[in-house]
């Protein structure tokens, strides 16, 4: 499966982006999602986790209560909503795929599909 995410772009603290995730290739409801984030300097880290439903998902404590996923399995597309974004929010964001798993995982290293990413920035 190829991902494609886009969406990213500058906004100031406290408003709301929504990133998409398009999928080509396989249908993405046979997959396990993810979003990662890469902020300058640091680490590829977790952001959030989902099943193919949605019903089972895992949010990284830094974005629990302002950053929600959705999935439109039809349409082949993922989106990551973003409210009262902060200045620590700015990175390079990717989608990630693996095969479906009952048990959500947080590693970058069972994410076996990525997309390109999508560069968000907060400023004050």
């Known amino acids: 499966v190829q991902l494609q995410a886009s969406g990213g772009g500058l906004v100031q603290a406290g408003e709301s982006l929504r990133l998409s995730c398009a999928a080509s290739?396989?249908?993405?409801?046979?997959?396990?999602l993810a979003w990662f984030r890469q902020a300058p300097g640091k680490e590829r880290e977790f952001v959030v986790t989902?099943?193919?439903?949605?019903?089972?998902?895992l949010y990284a404590d830094s974005v629990k209560g302002r950053f929600t996923v959705s999935r439109d399995n039809p349409k082949n597309m993922v989106y990551l909503q973003m409210n009262d974004l902060k200045l620590e929010d700015t990175a390079v964001y990717y989608c990630?795929?693996?095969?479906?798993?009952?048990?959500?995982?947080?590693?970058?290293?069972?994410?076996?599909?990525w997309g390109q990413g999508t560069l968000v920035t907060v400023s004050s």
């Open positions: 290739g396989r249908t993405l409801d046979v997959f396990t």
């Open positions: 990630a795929a693996r095969s479906a798993a009952v048990v959500l995982s947080t590693r970058r290293a069972d994410y076996a599909y």
């Open positions: 989902f099943s193919r439903n949605i019903d089972n998902s």
